[in-house]
């Protein structure tokens, strides 16, 4: 099976503008997760989709949205981008109760 | 406040050496637990995960990883680091009401030869 891709792998943006990442899951897994990596703050969690529904969403501002389409693809937005968003996005991809499996992210640079 | 903690920020480790890393976990119940890997300018890969049952829980690439209810922890180890083993290495919890993981802060391994 092929694993969790993303695109694009690696994303340069100015402050001000937005930005779309995409995620395709593993074929069958219909839990879809956003995650956001920075050298300062770790590992953090943005949001989580099932079914095309929101069924949870980590502290982060409006500005950070998501959505995930009936073929379980999903994508996320920032708008009004900051310095701060400069970091690696990861997704990944889950079975229902099962582990979480991981796309190479992308990595946004704003500038 | 729920948490996980990875005491050791940074180990070296002789090539052939056996390796331990540390996770403590702070949570009302047990959570599902989880270690992932990950090198340079990568995503994530799963190393292994524990759910219930056995305790000691066996991973790919010959890693393993002990749970202690008393001690709240989960500890990876592997007896024979190869040179590829050098990565961060990341302890990962999800309580078993939720979706979202929360890591710990990672611990980078050094293989020197």
């Known amino acids: 099976k092929a694993g969790v891709t993303q695109t694009p792998r690696y994303l340069i943006k100015t402050r001000g503008q937005q930005v779309t990442l995409s995620c395709s899951p593993i074929s069958g897994h219909r839990s879809v997760s956003w995650y956001q990596q920075t050298p300062g703050q770790g590992l953090q969690f943005l949001f989580e989709?099932?079914?095309?529904?929101?069924?949870n969403k980590g502290n982060f501002p409006g500005r950070f949205s998501g959505r995930q389409f009936s073929n379980s693809r999903s994508e996320m937005n920032v708008s009004t981008l900051e310095l701060g968003d400069s970091a690696l996005y990861l997704c990944a991809s889950s079975l229902a109760g099962g582990g979480q499996y991981f796309g190479p992210g992308t990595r946004l640079t704003v500038t | 406040a729920q948490s996980v903690t990875q005491p050791d920020i940074h180990i070296t480790v002789s090539e052939g050496a056996s390796l331990e890393l540390r996770c403590n976990y702070s949570y009302g119940a047990t959570p599902y637990l989880f270690w992932y890997v990950q090198s340079p300018g990568q995503g994530l890969q799963l190393l292994l995960k524990y759910f219930s049952g056995d305790t000691l829980v066996q991973g790919i690439k010959g890693f393993e990883a002990e749970f202690k209810r008393s001690q709240s922890s989960f500890n990876l180890r592997k007896p024979s680091v190869h040179w590829s083993d050098a990565a961060e290495y990341f302890c990962?919890?999800?309580?078993?009401?939720?979706?979202?993981?929360?890591f710990g802060a990672g611990t980078t391994v050094t293989v020197r030869a």
């Open positions: 990962a919890v999800v309580p078993s009401n939720d979706y979202k993981l929360s």
């Open positions: 989709y099932f079914s095309e529904t929101q069924r």
